[in-house]
């Protein structure tokens, strides 16, 4: 800026006085001073895209840096969620697996409640009919007066009692 300002006062004070030397003097170092300012110019421009560019590759290793933390960041956290899902996964198969297995016990459980519920009321009710066949051979004992029907008689009462515990016992069993 200077020196375009230089060669502008050079020329301004050159021209009042008409002589063609200054006139010529003037000119040409209005001319030189301009291509000085010009290199001057360029040079600082281009000075200023070479620092411009370094910046720029500056900011692209940081970035490209950055960005490899962050991608490296990235696949441990996916790998630990992964592992994590998979894990959850295994946890929610293996306890659906403890659920149906307790099911068809309680299913088990259930039939065979039911089973030995059936096996008792007809073990009650064995009992009822032979507790009333046993009234009706007692009642019968006592219509017997012979010494012979009475041991045929108790040894009646001892076969059905013998049976009604065997059913009773192969009942339970």
Known sequence: ??????????????LPTQS????????????????????????EVLQSRREN??????????????????????????????????ASNLSVRELQGALVQSQQLA?????????AEAATVQAQQRVAE????????????????DVEDLVAFDEQVAQVVKEATQDKKAKLA
Request: glycine content about 2%; charged content about 20%; proline content about 1%.
């Open 1 to 14: 800026m200077a020196l375009l300002g230089v060669a502008t006062v050079a020329v301004l004070l050159a």
């Open 20 to 43: 063609p030397a200054l006139l010529s003097v003037s000119s040409v170092a209005a001319v030189a001073l301009g291509w000085a300012a010009l290199r001057i110019v360029w040079t």
């Open 53 to 86: 560019a370094a910046d720029r590759a500056a900011a692209a290793n940081a970035y490209r840096s950055l960005f490899t933390e962050r991608a490296a960041e990235h696949a441990e956290f996916t790998t630990a969620m992964t592992e994590r899902l998979a």
């Open 107 to 115: 299913a088990a459980e259930k039939v065979r409640a039911e089973t």
């Open 130 to 145: 032979l507790e009333k066949s046993i009234e009706l051979l007692r009642e019968e004992a006592a219509a017997v007066t």
